[in-house]
């Protein structure tokens, strides 16, 4: 079975800086896209950023600038550096794996596999 735990998220001052990690179990996605996605409340969900299986990666215009996407393949994990935090940055991330999907894709559509989500809320 396969199981995303998200971890790293919390209270933070506009300005500061958080970093969210999220560990993947039950298979291997070393070949797979990985990405963050939020959800503020009375909102839809959004795209944040994807990262390829060769460590390509894409941003909404929104974070482009303050957040870092990356992969550790040998620990099947992804992080999202979240720096210059917003008021607006709070919501809750989830984490995301493509079963097929390779390449960097703003679509939840293209992930099958969703973490249970952490809450970020950023202060004013």
């Known amino acids: 079975q396969v199981q995303l735990v998200e971890s790293g998220g919390g209270l933070v001052q506009a300005g500061g800086s958080l970093r969210l990690s999220c560990a993947a179990s039950?298979?291997?996605?070393?070949?797979?896209?990985m990405g963050w996605f939020r959800q503020a409340p009375g909102k839809e969900r959004e795209f944040v950023a994807t990262?390829?299986?060769?460590?390509?990666?894409y941003y909404a215009d929104s974070v482009k600038g303050r957040f870092t996407i990356s992969r550790d393949n040998a620990k099947n994990t992804v992080y999202l550096q979240m720096n210059s935090l917003k008021p607006e940055d709070t919501a809750i991330y989830f984490c995301?794996?493509?079963?097929?999907?390779?390449?960097?894709?703003?679509?939840?559509?293209?992930?099958?596999?969703w973490g249970q989500g952490t809450q970020v809320t950023v202060s004013s």
């Open positions: 990262i390829s299986w060769n460590a390509y990666p």
């Open positions: 039950g298979r291997t996605f070393s070949s797979n896209t």
């Open positions: 995301a794996a493509a079963g097929t999907t390779r390449w960097a894709t703003s679509r939840a559509a293209d992930f099958d596999y």
